[in-house]
């Protein structure tokens, strides 16, 4: 167990002179390196040789030359060294604009639809900009932004977890997406009874939404075939697309999917869809923060005029 007295008096600099020394191999040569004077090199060496209470170094016709103990020593001090050396660069690379990255949390289907819109639009803008995107469902991703440990955070809920600032970005409903071809396509507005003996892909059972829908559909006494469920909105939109049956989905999700073999309809019914972006309270906020928070409301109200053109 070392000496916390003797810990304390052995200093930064006496350290410095002896890697100086072990490096320069002479008392002048450190003094050159340190930009100091080769007696004061001489002082600080010979201090820290008496504060350890043994030699590091034999002095053979007036050269030093390190012995076992130095060696030794020597290992351990260019391992530390190496170590900060790290911790410099490091300091030094996080004042260039593309050191930094924006940390975003973010739920799966946000980070397929939405996310990647609200980038490009930052991107344009700040081409310096770097993001590092984590997606991960409720309830983790409430508590990983309440641990202040992303710098941003996109959900569906509209209150703010402990430790955070909610800002709504957008409030829509839910969708129906259908098969192209399929009858229902047709109609320009679906109703709950519309549904009626259809096959339905159904988001997991444990999915807030999934219990909202099939709350309206027993509300309503209408019986649809659940024929499959998945965890991803982006799985529903894909199986759907596949013919395998119609559903119900965010409207975000949605949008991105539609193509040539899926549409989306508005609903004659309303559930609630809402995106928030979560800030932390307490973790010091990146520049970047601002300009990507104007980058999701931008792509956000993008996507609510082109769902309101799907209406039309």
């Known amino acids: 167990m070392s000496d916390p007295t003797l810990t304390h008096r052995i200093t930064h600099r006496h350290i410095e002179v002896f890697r100086a020394v072990m490096t320069a191999g002479s008392a002048t040569g450190a003094a050159d390196l340190l930009h100091s004077s080769q007696p004061t090199v ?4 010979a201090r820290l040789e008496s504060l350890l209470g043994y030699a590091l170094f034999e002095r053979v016709q007036g050269r030093l030359r390190a012995n076992a103990r130095a060696l030794a020593l020597w290992d351990e001090v260019q391992r530390s060294w190496q170590g900060l050396e790290r911790v410099v660069d490091r300091a030094v690379a996080l004042g260039r604009p593309d050191a930094v990255q ?10 397929h639809a939405l996310l990647p819109g609200a980038a490009a639009r930052l991107m344009q803008h700040h081409p310096q900009a770097r993001l590092s995107v984590t997606p991960q469902e409720s309830p983790l991703l409430e508590e990983w932004m309440s641990a202040q440990r992303f710098d941003l955070g996109l959900c569906e809920q509209a209150s703010a977890p402990p430790g955070t600032r909610a800002e709504v970005l957008l409030t829509l409903d839910e969708v129906a997406v259908l098969p192209a071809r399929h009858p229902l396509a047709r109609q320009r507005r679906l109703r709950l009874d519309d549904f009626a003996g259809e096959y339905f892909v159904s988001l997991s059972a444990d999915d807030p939404y999934r219990r909202l829908i099939d709350a309206r559909f027993a509300e309503a006494g209408v019986a649809r075939t659940l024929r499959m469920e998945t965890h991803s909105a982006a799985a529903v939109c894909a199986m759907v697309q596949q013919g395998l049956g119609v559903a119900i989905v965010n409207p975000v999700t949605a ?13 004659a019914f309303s559930i609630p869809f809402s995106v928030t972006a979560l800030l932390p309270l307490y973790r010091p906020p990146l520049p970047e923060v601002a300009p990507m928070l104007e980058a999701l409301r931008a792509e956000a109200a993008a996507i609510a005029q082109r769902l309101a053109q799907q209406d039309e």
Not at 42 to 45: D, H, T
């Open 255 to 267: 949008l991105a999917a539609t193509n040539d073999q899926l549409v989306l309809r508005p609903l």
């Open 42 to 45: 001489s002082r600080e060496l």
């Open 102 to 111: 924006l940390s975003v949390l973010c739920l799966p289907a946000l980070a």
